[in-house]
């Protein structure tokens, strides 16, 4: 079955450590996009990629890096400029350019301080 | 920039009644309008979505939502509510010329008792 595959599940952060987040998708979809979701205030868009190496900032990129060396994958690291790292990181794809189409989503990173 | 709200953090339902999550948009022009379902430590699910043309559209499980340009709102409703039912439930809307820029309410915690 085609769908987004996030791991792990669940990742610890030191102080100082960089941490790297997967997200790898068969949906041979070309847009990749990277959502942080806090309680209370849905989703927020940190990182979005259109198309092989190339992304865009959201609206929450600080602290934040990614690469898009592949169509399939798009890899997010929280970097140790990142304070307040402690969320749950939403992995999601569609087929650009059609606004049309919903987003399709993985089941998601938990990412907590040590 | 367009823009969604979800009045109620929290909605109560009995098993067997009828259910409305509310939800309201704003946009320069016209939207495109959805929904998901997000389970625990699971990743959003999509509901449905508004194009265009018919007002009231119909999504998986039963739900179904209708689209009121006057009150610029896309309200979610199911006639009549399951205990599996229970869950978060965001709406979205995404401006039609630009693909990238989809803005998620905070969320409804919907919760169906037996």
């Known amino acids: 079955d085609g769908g987004i595959t996030q791991s792990p599940k669940y990742l610890f952060r030191k102080e100082g450590q960089n941490v790297t987040l997967s997200c790898e998708q068969n949906?041979?979809?070309?847009?990749m996009y990277w959502y942080r979701q806090d309680p209370g205030q849905g989703l927020r868009l940190i990182y979005y990629?259109?198309?092989?190496?190339?992304?865009q900032k959201g609206d929450i990129a600080e602290g934040y890096s990614v690469s898009r060396e592949k169509k399939e994958s798009f890899p997010l690291t929280v970097t140790s400029a990142q304070k307040n790292p402690t969320a749950f990181y939403l992995c999601?794809?569609?087929?650009?350019?059609?606004?049309?189409?919903?987003?399709?989503f993985g089941d998601g990173t938990r990412l907590s301080i040590l | 920039a367009q823009s969604v709200a979800q009045p109620e953090d929290q909605v109560n339902v009995a098993e067997g009644n009828p259910l409305t999550v509310k939800c309201t948009y704003s946009?320069?022009?016209?939207?495109?309008l959805f929904w998901y379902v997000q389970y625990p430590n699971r990743g959003l699910q999509f509901l449905l979505k508004?194009?265009?043309?018919?007002?009231l559209v119909k999504g998986s499980y039963g739900f179904e939502a209708e689209f009121n340009k006057s009150q610029t709102s896309f309200h979610l409703k199911k006639p009549s509510a399951l205990v599996s039912d229970s869950a978060l439930y965001f709406c979205?809307?995404?401006?039609?010329?630009?693909?990238?820029?989809?803005?998620f309410g905070a969320g409804t915690r919907l919760t169906v008792k037996p």
């Open positions: 999601a794809s569609s087929i650009p350019p059609q606004p049309r189409q919903p987003q399709h």
């Open positions: 949906l041979n979809h070309d847009a």
């Open positions: 990629s259109q198309i092989v190496n190339d992304f």
């Open positions: 946009v320069s022009g016209n939207p495109y």
């Open positions: 508004y194009i265009t043309g018919d007002n």
């Open positions: 979205a809307v995404r401006d039609r010329y630009n693909n990238n820029d989809m803005r």
